[in-house]
């Protein structure tokens, strides 16, 4: 029987580079119970398929839903999530539920899908594009499995959501997330589902032994956050025809009001300051540790340096939100003992410190999708017109949301985007003439057609160098042991993985995002172009005089500060493994 997982050993002493692919394991797994409010669970039960799931009613323990108020100021809000999500001995799991009740915050654990599958019957997993049974991360013992079934059933019922950090963890160019096709990430995520449906038939575990989860996992599941943040782009078209709500897998952003892509609210881990250091992190435990011991196990005389840095970073962030724009603050995490546990004290010190906070709610990333469906799309767009550690005028939310404020913002919005149509109609001429971008694809679009999830943001996924968490492949030869079983390996006996797959990103999916600029439009002359083009302008130039006349002049202090947010974030994609300062 394995004891509690740790990183291995050769992993430890490696650099930031060598233990990415290890990142999400189960190295320090989950913790105690908390988090929601009474432990009553729900009256009825319906069993699902084999009785690992029930049908229970609507999950107990939820906000309610409020809409804000023209002029009110909006909540911040703070969500804590934990990737993978299994129990083991170290009972990291338990031990934050429990933080999280004591507290009253709800949390997201995303599961990975063969945390509940014996590792005797891992070939029942077909990953995409690797050998039947394959996988980047250790597969739990028989006790462990049990002990993650329950913290699971137990954080639901608390309040607390349970999304999915996927199956196998496969990170890198060779064959890892970040090249996988839609189709093969709906193969994944359908397997995901099954593993956790049917837990029951495979691990032999009978129902005297562990109650059933209460809830369908199928229709819970509305958010993931994908291994080492790779492959957004197809896994996003994936999501968006399964009907999912939000997805947390992007490779960094700024503190400022999140938005949709493709249908989607997109949730990124966020740049926040690194205290003592010229550049700025992103907000996960990991990444402190990158620009910290770049090894699991440093010195341990920095440990609690590195706690403190953790700590006051987390801190930092949040106190640039909660006093300037009110940007959701975004923190990630592992069930680990890094240096020592560094990490996990300074995320349960921060929970201390900003849930009980007047005005915050730490809620898990499918309440604060809840909340935001909710709101007035006009509330929603202004508050993304305030920058990093901006705030409204003189600290006047009434004004800056008020009904005037909306409806003149939303006017010049309007305005400008109509100017904007205008412009690209003027410059585009009949299809494939100059003035137009092909797509990825061949066709003639405008320059920002597909900038919601086909743009150039999303190019840099392809870079392993450049992930936001530096979740890197070092070890990623070793796992294809069963490499002369490829041909079989998308044969899961699940829907979906007897698919050939090329390896080509996008298998004849349209791009929803994508504008029918320039099929078949004749161009009206140069002269009537050229009258079109000005009256573009002069529209869009109008408008956007009349949003600069609303609001204030920035103060230089704020431009500052919003300078150095930006700067850091630039260096920290440059140097995200480096220890050293630019």
């Known amino acids: 029987m394995k004891s509690a997982r740790g990183i291995s050993t050769a992993a430890a002493t490696a650099t930031v580079l060598a233990l990415t692919a290890s990142a999400c394991s189960i190295g320090s797994s989950n913790g105690p119970k908390g988090k929601g409010g009474p432990g009553q669970g729900p009256q009825r039960v319906q069993l699902i398929g084999d009785g690992s799931m029930a049908n229970t009613g609507p999950q107990p323990n939820q906000p309610k839903v409020e809409r804000l108020k023209p002029g009110q100021r909006p909540p911040q809000f703070v969500v804590f999530s934990w990737d993978g999500a299994g129990e083991n001995d170290w009972k990291l799991f338990s031990h934050f539920r429990a933080v999280a009740k004591k507290y009253h915050a709800s949390m997201t654990y995303f599961l990975s899908g063969i945390y509940v599958v014996p590792e005797s019957k891992r070939k029942l997993y077909a990953p995409p594009r690797h050998a039947r049974g394959a996988a980047d991360i250790d597969f739990l013992d028989d ?12 954080a639901w019922l608390e309040g607390s959501e349970i999304g999915t950090h996927f199956n196998g963890h496969f990170c890198g160019p060779d064959e890892g997330v970040g090249t996988w096709t839609p189709k093969q990430w709906k193969s994944e995520i359908r397997q995901a589902e099954a593993f956790v ?11 005297k032994d562990v109650a059933p989860l209460p809830f369908d996992y199928r229709k819970e599941l509305v958010g993931g956050r994908a291994p080492c943040l790779e492959g957004q782009k197809n896994l996003m078209k994936a999501e968006r025809d399964l009907g999912w ?3 947390s897998s992007s490779q960094g952003g700024l503190q400022v009001w999140p938005e949709k892509r493709n249908g989607i609210w997109d949730y990124p881990l966020q740049q926040i300051p690194m205290p003592g250091r010229s550049f700025e992190t992103l907000s996960m435990d990991y990444n402190f540790l990158a620009n910290q011991s770049k090894t699991t196990k440093g010195d341990p005389d920095k440990y609690e340096e590195y706690e403190d840095q953790t700590r006051e970073g987390f801190l930092a962030g949040f106190d640039r939100a909660y006093e300037s724009n009110r940007a959701p603050l975004f923190i990630g995490n592992h069930f680990e003992q890094w240096n020592g546990g560094a990490y996990m004290r300074a995320v349960e010190d921060t929970i201390k410190t900003v849930c009980t906070k007047s005005e915050v709610r730490c809620v898990s990333f499918k309440q604060l999708t809840d909340w935001l469906d909710a709101q007035d799309p006009r509330i929603l767009e202004r508050l993304r017109t305030l920058d990093v550690g901006h705030e409204p005028e003189n600290g006047d939310w009434g004004a800056f949301l008020s009904e ?15 100017a904007e149509k205008a412009e690209k109609k003027a410059t585009t001429g009949p299809t494939g003439s100059p003035g137009t971008d092909a797509d990825e694809n061949g066709t003639a679009g405008s320059k920002d057609a597909g900038k919601e999830g086909t743009g150039a943001k999303d190019t840099r996924k392809e870079d392993s160098d450049e992930e936001g968490i530096q979740e890197d492949a070092g070890t990623e030869d070793t796992r294809k042991e069963d490499s002369d079983e490829e041909g079989i390996q998308e044969d899961a006996g699940t829907e979906d993985t007897g698919e050939e797959d090329t390896g080509t990103e996008d298998t004849g999916e349209e791009d929803a995002d994508k504008e029918d600029v320039g099929t078949g439009e004749k161009a009206e002359g140069d002269e009537e172009t050229a009258k079109e083009a000005k009256k573009a302008k002069k529209a869009k130039k109008k408008a956007e005089e009349a949003e600069e006349g609303r609001e204030s002049k920035e103060s230089k202090g704020e431009k500052k500060a919003h300078g150095k947010a930006k700067k850091g974030k630039k260096h920290h994609r440059k140097h995200h493994g480096s220890d050293e300062d630019s």
Request: without cysteine.
């Open 245 to 247: 709500r939000y997805d």
């Open 404 to 418: 005037a404020a909306l409806n003149e913002s939303a006017k010049a919005a309007k305005a400008a985007e109509k």
């Open 143 to 154: 006790r462990d499995i049990r002990r993650t079934i329950e913290q699971v059933r137990e």
């Open 197 to 207: 449906g049917s837990w029951r038939t495979n691990t032999g575990l009978r129902p």
